[in-house]
């Protein structure tokens, strides 16, 4: 919901740190090291250490932001790097939860864990091909003025509140299992909405 808005702001404030890199830092090995990271931090979770493990969460989300900003700075964006980015994302944000539930051995939080990784799967059906459609149509990043590979349609529940989300799911462990529950409500909702759109504008 505010990431269009943020775009911007986060590339401002990881230009200098791009800059400082230099060009021969290659954004995939940014990206790759983003998701190493991220298993990292479910490993953490797995042997209940969320204090580290929320440090590597936030290392995950710095280095995710930063390989885009990368691209952008040195002139090195590519198609490919897009696409790898999103993959290895979908895996980190699937590895933490599933950590958790395995880490906590309750089955409820089992349950609300299914249902959180049912949404996203849900979710990324209806922005990933809608994302397509409008590419084809020729309205999609480029034509919206979007820094992003493809274009990310706009819903309830985007990167920033995932970041917000998953913080919250490992500094109030003991409201871990309401959390899922509502991450995967919100999530439901905005796939809910991006089918609506799609409704109103694809009819033509």
């Known amino acids: 919901m505010f990431d269009q808005y943020l775009r911007s702001l986060k590339d401002r404030l990881l230009a200098p740190l791009?800059?400082?890199l230099g060009p021969w830092m290659a954004p995939d090995a940014i990206t790759l090291l983003a998701f190493v990271t991220g298993l990292a931090c479910a490993g953490a979770v797995l042997v209940h250490r969320d204090g580290l493990g929320l440090g590597l969460w936030a290392a995950n989300r710095l280095l995710d932001g930063?390989?885009?900003t990368q691209a952008r700075v040195h002139g090195r964006?590519?198609?490919f790097g897009g696409y790898l980015d999103i993959v290895l994302d979908h895996g980190v944000y699937a590895a933490i939860p599933i950590a958790m539930v395995v880490a906590s051995g309750s089955?409820?939080?089992a349950v609300a864990?299914?249902?959180l990784l049912a949404s996203f799967y849900g979710n990324a059906a209806?922005?990933?091909y809608l994302a397509a459609i409008l590419e084809q149509r020729r309205e999609g990043a480029r034509a919206r003025g979007e820094d992003t590979t493809v274009t990310m349609p706009p819903g309830l529940v985007a990167g920033t509140e995932t970041v917000v989300l998953y913080s919250l799911f490992f500094l109030l462990p003991a409201f871990r299992l309401g959390l899922f529950r509502l991450m995967a409500v919100l999530v439901l909702v905005t796939?809910?909405?991006r089918l609506v759109w799609a409704?109103?504008?694809l009819r033509t």
């Open 18 to 20: 791009a800059r400082a």
């Open 66 to 68: 930063l390989d885009g």
């Open 77 to 79: 964006e590519s198609v």
């Open 107 to 109: 089955f409820d939080l």
């Open 113 to 115: 864990g299914l249902l």
């Open 126 to 128: 209806s922005w990933m």
């Open 191 to 193: 796939a809910v909405q």
């Open 199 to 201: 409704h109103r504008h």
